[in-house]
């Protein structure tokens, strides 16, 4: 059942296809007004039923019919009158900034064009130039409102947005003189996918860096440039801001450009009981009139009376609550962490050898790591079998003490359909940790789902679920379980929840996190690095961990290597 905000964009759907389609102005606002009606009812399923749909205001017969459809189908003979007119890609074209009812009508019975794609097509070929109206300049303007939908479409995963901020940066240091310069926004608060990079810089000459950043071969587009301020789209359309002021200002520009919206809200409610005015430009005292500005960004939280609010937590949640009555957890640094328990070599399907991989840990300064290859079922010929995993701890025996670093061995063991284990019970008590994952059979229904996980979590040798939603970004949503039975079921059988950090998994997501916590779950943060480059991927994992608040108690590889052990022992002791 549609949902109001989905029955609102229905309506305002078919408020747009009937300014098109040449209906009268008091016929389509009718629907603009009936949308913001629903948007703030109470559920529309619930009002029908008690026969109340059309005592809200704004909502007669024609559109409480349309809206009763919408709520038993999903669709409305309104809806499907109009797309008998107009294709329903035509949506895309008035997604694009400057292109409204009247023209995207035009270009539709005119020129055929009906979708983004045709629209595109048609400006590569010179096909609009010499439309009446249409000049050279209304077309460029279409151009970088079709590289906006584009992007607007479009969110990034953070790890490419992390290194797309970097090579900005890098760029920017290599030219004017500047003092500080960071990221902000959704990045820096390590959200899982971000919609733009916010870059913010502090220099005595704005102007020799806007003007600077505008000329970085990358920029495809600029789209908005001032004094103190720079935008520019990458070719793919994902747009770069960068704002620039002077360095005395720098805490205040960086709390107000690392958001969130709903985070800078609360903290300015906050501030305005204490009548105080907080912006970009510093702290307004509103009775004296004084001005504080924050050279450091804990300035602005200390002058508003609270703890500072680390980036990650900035949710607008409970942060500002708790920041208030100095209860605000201190969340995992990445100084804390002792080792990485889930990593691949050659002996399965990672890039580099068993001794590389080792190498490379002990360069990072862990105290410890995990080798943990794949077991040997995943229907493919790279995992381990019994022998080989044999062979591959007598390697590390071998190795051991050359490097400054204590290599556990471990296996990445599959799930298998039923819930039991790829490897035998005798195999997995050779090993230092085991965790287990489900990579094959996702499936499966549901309450099949839990049971195998919960069962996963009962057998007494497996330390860690790794990666345990199955999710990857842009892509599969996730296997469906039963999340609180199965958090149940770790913290029961002391099972830790893997927080996996490879770029395009970052699962346990942070939420499932936080619900997990409650439940008393421990967790690791992994890498899951398939070669020494994504050793760093673990940097990602404790991003998500400190966006759900985790501290070091939390996460079993911050531990000292004894306590490590000791948790694996204990829940095989209990079994
Ligand atoms: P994104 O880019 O969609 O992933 O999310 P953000 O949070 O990075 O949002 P963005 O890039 O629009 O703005 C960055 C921060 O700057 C945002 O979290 C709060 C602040 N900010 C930007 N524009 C406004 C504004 O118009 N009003 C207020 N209050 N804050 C703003
Ligand atoms: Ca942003
Ligand atoms: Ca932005
Ligand atoms: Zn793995």
């Known amino acids: 059942m549609l949902s109001n905000a989905q029955i609102a964009k229905k309506l305002l759907e078919i408020r747009t296809l009937m300014e098109m389609a040449g209906e009268t102005f008091y016929k389509y606002t ?24 059309l005592a809200l205001p704004g909502i007669g017969k024609s ?47 005119e020129h055929g064009i009906g979708a983004l794609a045709d629209l595109e097509a048609a400006i590569a070929d010179g096909r609009l130039a010499g439309i009446p109206r249409l000049g050279p300049k209304t077309i460029e303007n279409w151009k970088r409102g079709i590289l906006a939908y584009k992007g607007r ?18 760029y920017l240091r290599a030219g004017p003189p500047h003092d500080r310069l960071v990221y902000a926004g959704s990045l820096r608060r390590q959200e899982v996918t971000v919609g733009d990079i916010d870059l913010v810089c502090t220099a ?29 789209w990458l070719e793919d359309g994902f747009q770069i801001d960068l704002r620039v002021l002077p360095d005395h200002l720098y805490g205040n520009l960086l709390q107000h450009f690392t958001g969130s919206r709903e985070h800078n809200v609360k903290v300015r409610e906050h501030a305005v009981r204490k009548g105080l005015r907080v912006s970009e430009n510093g702290i307004l005292n509103l009775e004296s009139g004084d001005v504080t500005t924050c050279a450091h960004e804990a300035g602005v939280y200390a002058a ?48 580099d050898s068993l001794e590389e991989m080792i190498a490379a840990c002990a360069a990072r ?34 190795i051991g003490g050359r490097f400054n670093i204590r290599t556990l061995c471990a296996s990445e063991v599959d799930i298998l359909p039923d819930g ?32 195998r996980l919960i069962r996963a979590c009962e057998n007494p040798f497996v330390t860690i679920i790794g990666h345990p939603t199955g999710r990857m970004l842009e ?10 039975a199965v958090f149940a079921a770790a913290a029961r059988t002391g099972t830790a929840l893997e927080i996996d950090g490879q770029a395009m998994r970052l699962d346990l997501p942070a939420p499932l996190v936080r619900r997990a916590k409650q439940f008393g779950v421990r967790f690791t943060t992994d890498s899951d690095a398939h070669g020494i480059a994504d050793l760093a991927n673990l940097e990602l994992a404790v991003g998500q961990a400190r966006r759900a608040a985790l501290t070091k108690e939390d996460i079993v590889n911050a531990w000292p290597l004894d306590e490590v052990l000791a948790f694996v022992a204990r829940k095989r002791n209990c079994a």
């Open 304 to 351: 508003l009376g609270m703890q500072f609010v680390p980036p990650e937590l900035r949710s607008g949640l409970d942060e500002v609550d708790l920041a208030l009555r100095g209860e605000l957890p201190e969340p995992i640094e990445l100084a804390d962490v002792r080792g990485d328990f889930h990593m691949h070599c050659t002996w399965s399907d990672g890039r």
């Open 63 to 109: 559109i409480g019919a349309a809206i009763e459809q919408l709520l038993d189908t999903g669709g409305a003979d309104a809806l499907d009158e109009l797309y008998q007119q107009f294709p329903p890609t035509i949506l895309e074209v008035l997604g694009v900034s400057g292109i409204g009812a009247k023209t995207a009508a035009m270009l539709w019975k």
């Open 30 to 53: 009718a629907f603009e007004r009936a949308a913001a009606t629903v948007e703030n009812a109470a559920p529309l399923a619930d009002l029908r039923a008690a026969g109340e749909l």
């Open 475 to 484: 892509g599969f949503a996730g296997y469906e379980f039963d999340y609180d």
């Open 204 to 232: 005595n000459d704005a102007r020799a860096i806007t003007t600077y950043f505008a000329r970085w071969e990358r920029a495809h587009a600029v789209v908005a440039e001032g004094p103190t301020k720079t935008s520019i």
């Open 153 to 170: 479409l479009h969110r990034t995963p953070l790890a490419k947005a992390l290194r797309i901020a970097h090579e900005a940066m890098a």
């Open 365 to 398: 300064g862990y105290a410890y790591h995990a080798i943990s290859d794949h077991s040997w079922g995943r229907g493919s010929t790279y995992g381990l079998d019994p022998q080989r995993l044999r062979e591959q701890r007598a390697r590390v025996t071998e």
């Open 420 to 451: 039991t284990l790829d490897y035998d019970d005798e195999v997995l008590a050779q090993l230092d940790i085991v965790i287990a994952s489900i990579h094959t059979a996702f499936n499966v229904d549901r309450d099949a789902m839990t049971a």
